[in-house]
């Protein structure tokens, strides 16, 4: 299922035509924040993308209407992604917060929204009613969970809902080749991406990437996708050099499996968002 190609389909809405340039990179996890918002525009953030040749950024938005927005002011680049948190207070007590499962149910019913996410999880939470609550709402509305956690957080999330979509953050929380091998193959036949967020320096220590991962993303191809996580003003201010860095070791492969790491495998991953936009 993760694996199709969205040649045909994306081509019939006229969705794939700008990303199937040479060089084409979608930013597949990032954030905007109410700190953000009050130093960085919703025009400055495209002229970021624009800068580092970036067609499509996810955003996340703490609180989450802050990524509606950005997505109003250019729905060709942003993809929205619900955020659940008004501040990052809200990330160690989430879990906890019976009505939280109401409130997104009401974002939901408005649309528009491409995925729940990100959530931060960890292993002595895998339990929470209110983790379960928002992963079948997700299955439910057709919507990739971003998840930021343990690898027991996937594995409950697919015990709860086989069907969903989940793109995993950072490569996990042990993000070493052997690690995140066993979780791919304990999800063979799961619709599971990983990100490579933030792990940039540990694939590839000053640019160079690493023959273990390079074995990694050419044992599962469609599986992964590039990410920049600009979760702070700060690293938003080094956006460009983020996207430069992720070019760099992305460049060491074959160049068809460049492009599934830059943007095709994000295409899947978002298809049934990016079919339905106009």
């Excluded at 990032?30 to 624009?50: E, F, M, N, P, V």
């Excluded at 460049?251 to 936009?277: D, H, K, M, T, V």
Aim: proline share 6%; aromatic share 8%; glycine share 6%.
């Amino acid at each position: 299922m993760w694996n199709r190609l969205l040649v045909i389909g994306m081509l019939s809405t006229g969705l794939a035509l700008a990303d199937q340039r040479p060089g084409t990179l979608i930013d597949a996890h990032s954030h905007y924040t109410a700190t953000d918002a009050r130093s960085l525009s919703a025009a400055d953030i495209i002229a970021k993308l624009d800068a580092s040749g970036v067609s499509r950024v996810v955003i996340t938005g703490t609180p989450g209407h802050l990524a509606r927005e950005l997505h109003a002011h250019a729905p060709g680049r942003v993809i929205p992604v619900l955020g659940v948190y008004e501040s990052d207070a809200d990330k160690g007590t989430w879990m906890m917060d019976r009505d939280l499962p109401a409130r997104v149910a009401d974002q939901l019913l408005r649309g528009g929204w491409a995925g729940i996410g990100e959530l931060h999880l960890f292993a002595r939470h895998a339990q929470s009613e209110v983790f379960a609550q928002l992963v079948r709402l997700a299955d439910r509305h057709d919507l990739m969970l971003l998840l930021h956690g343990d690898p027991e957080i996937v594995d409950q999330a697919f015990a709860i809902a086989p069907r969903i979509r989940v793109l995993w953050a950072h490569l996990g929380t042990v993000p070493e080749p052997d690690e995140v091998t066993r979780v791919l193959q304990r999800h063979a036949d799961k619709a599971l991406w990983i990100d490579t967020s933030v792990r940039d320096e540990r694939i590839a220590p000053q640019g160079q990437l690493l023959p273990t991962w390079r074995e990694v993303f050419e044992a599962h191809p469609d599986r992964f996708v590039v990410a920049v996580d600009a979760f702070s003003t700060r690293r938003w201010g080094r956006y460009e050099e983020v996207v430069s860095h992720i070019r760099q070791w992305v460049g060491a492969l074959p160049p068809s499996l460049q492009e599934r790491l830059l943007w095709r495998n994000a295409e899947a991953l978002f298809e049934p968002w990016l079919i339905q936009r106009p």
